[in-house]
């Protein structure tokens, strides 16, 4: 019995210990990007990334609280490819944690083609959180994950089809 409780207590100053040791700050400039990406039918690489993964609630700035970038890249092996959209290849939406929409995304219906050249990276989203922002009036400490989806097709006629999705977890606080 005497043992469980020293180790206890020992337990009990460690956790105290550590959490003296900080400060509670985050050192936002250290802190390194996340990036997330997924190859579809060996022929596009698409990528999400963002400039970290902790965003402090007292420095987010309304107008950009936040920098995530949904980029395409074509790595098939024809020189270029064409490929067949809607008014948007893709974009960015902010969920809560438990999954519900912040702001529904909303993408056109008109159609468009676009030319990739190989090795090339295409920037189709840049997503900020400002409307997101406006809409709620500001953003309460939490987790929230970034949800990326793209939608094209490619080929003669866009007969081939690319639909995916990236989740990049991130929390305020």
């Known amino acids: 019995m005497k043992i469980r409780r020293r180790i206890s207590i020992l337990l009990i100053w460690s956790i105290l210990l550590l959490c003296g040791c900080s400060n509670g700050e985050v050192d936002l400039a250290a802190a390194a990007p996340v990036k997330s990406t997924?190859?579809?039918n060996d022929t596009f690489r698409i990528t999400c990334t963002s400039g970290q993964y902790e965003y402090n609630s007292k420095e987010i700035q309304k107008e950009d609280p936040f920098?995530?970038?949904l980029q395409l890249e074509y790595i098939g092996e024809e020189p270029s490819v064409t490929i067949w959209r809607s008014e948007s290849i893709g974009g960015i939406e902010m969920l809560y944690a438990n999954r519900e929409s912040v702001l529904p995304l909303?993408?056109?219906d008109t159609r468009g083609s676009t030319e990739l050249k190989?090795?090339?990276v295409y920037t189709i989203y840049t997503w900020t959180?400002?409307?997101e922002?406006?809409?709620v009036g500001g953003f309460s400490c939490g987790n929230y994950i970034a949800f990326a989806c793209v939608d094209f097709g490619y080929g003669e006629d866009g007969e081939e089809s690319v639909r995916c999705v990236l989740?990049?977890?991130f929390v305020i606080v």
């Open 38 to 40: 997924v190859i579809c």
């Open 129 to 131: 959180g400002s409307s």
């Open 118 to 120: 190989k090795g090339e």
């Open 133 to 135: 922002y406006e809409h």
């Open 167 to 169: 989740e990049m977890p």
């Open 106 to 108: 909303v993408i056109g």
């Open 67 to 69: 920098n995530f970038e």
